[in-house]
């Protein structure tokens, strides 16, 4: 387990490169800083005034997509001068000190976890070292992202940092599948009257875009989101279902802190994977009914099928799972992987001089395509 900040997911050290951090920002010493996605336990650090001053005095940077960088901006406005946008694609990062100059290749690929999350493919050493953040792929997804492929094969990862958060659970039920489900009780429900209306909570601040984006197809009702719309407007061709009027009928938040009111006009439905844990019947039960409340299955991370075909797909020589180490069962398929299993103990070398970040330059771009099918899910 992760040894850095107790809700860090992962402790930010990247063996194979020690002048970055990736997802953790407990340590201002770094020469450049990565982050997937904006959650609470992927940001340990970013707001500490000490990371701003550190930042500030090395002219160091924190990379990210369009998306997660505005709601960096949103939350951490005082970052905005040190925060660099990353399209989606290869980029080149230039990083100078003193003496030399040291290009990073960085391809950001979309990790279908939440709006904006990216994982990072970086070539460094002549070694391709792959973190996916927190993710969530279909196996169609996988083979069709072309920087996953060279001449038709997958490419030859080196090291893969992966997201092991529910390794444990067989699988989980596609979120399509989960939506589709959602959207037909929203529908009936909102249909009994005009005075009816649906409140959907969350366990997480951003990734239910998609649901609200389908809610409004099928229903042309937009969800209220409070304060989320100070992000969401910038975007407003990939997120369309929502609204900033509180007197919608549709209404998103997150679970922690809402008080349950017996309201015989409001249905309540419960987005939630945490709970349901190795229970799951893909055929039946990711879906509980309580009078008017509603308990749904939806994860925005991979199950344990969708891990190991992402792994034995690539067959990385080593493998260094977080937050929890990845374990081996017999569907694993062994390609002399070298498994990681003590990874918080190593510690970043230190470095005789401190690296300085210039600039970026943006290379080949994603497909829109591709975009669209890591949310095709």
Known sequence: ???????????????????????????????????SHYHSDHVCGLNANQFYARLKKNNAFVYASAVTVAIIRENCSLLSPYLKVLDLGKNTIIIKDN??????????????????STMFLFEYNNKNILYTGDFRLSKNTVMKYKHFHFNGEPIQLDVLYVDT???DVPSFPTRSDVVRNVVLHVKNWLNLSDSHRVIMLTSANYGYEYICNEI??????????????????????????????????????????????????????YFSALKWGEK??????????????????????????ELLFFINYFKPKKIVGFPQDFYVDDNFLDCNTDVTEDRVKVEPKKRKKELKDESVTVGKRVNKSEIEDAFNW
Not at 10 to 24: L, R
Not at 285 to 302: A, R
């Open 165 to 167: 958060t529910f390794q």
């Open 216 to 269: 409004y197809k099928q229903t042309k009702l937009k969800t209220f989101v409070g304060s989320y719309m100070n992000v969401y407007r910038h975007f407003p061709k990939e997120i369309y279902g929502v609204t900033e009027d509180s007197s919608a009928r549709l209404y998103l938040r997150s679970k922690y802190g809402y008080k349950s009111e017996e309201n015989p006009l409001e249905l309540t439905i």
């Open 1 to 35: 387990m992760n040894s850095c900040c107790s809700k860090s997911a992962f402790c930010g050290h990247i063996e194979e490169i020690p002048f970055i951090h990736v997802d953790n920002f407990e340590d201002g010493t770094k020469s450049a800083y990565f982050l």
């Open 99 to 116: 003496e030399s100059t040291i290009y990073l290749n960085v391809t950001t690929l979309p990790a279908g976890h939440s709006f904006g």
């Open 280 to 305: 799951i019947n893909l055929n039946e039960d990711f879906i509980t009914y309580n009078n008017n409340k509603i308990e749904i299955c939806f994860s925005t991370h991979c199950g344990r099928d």
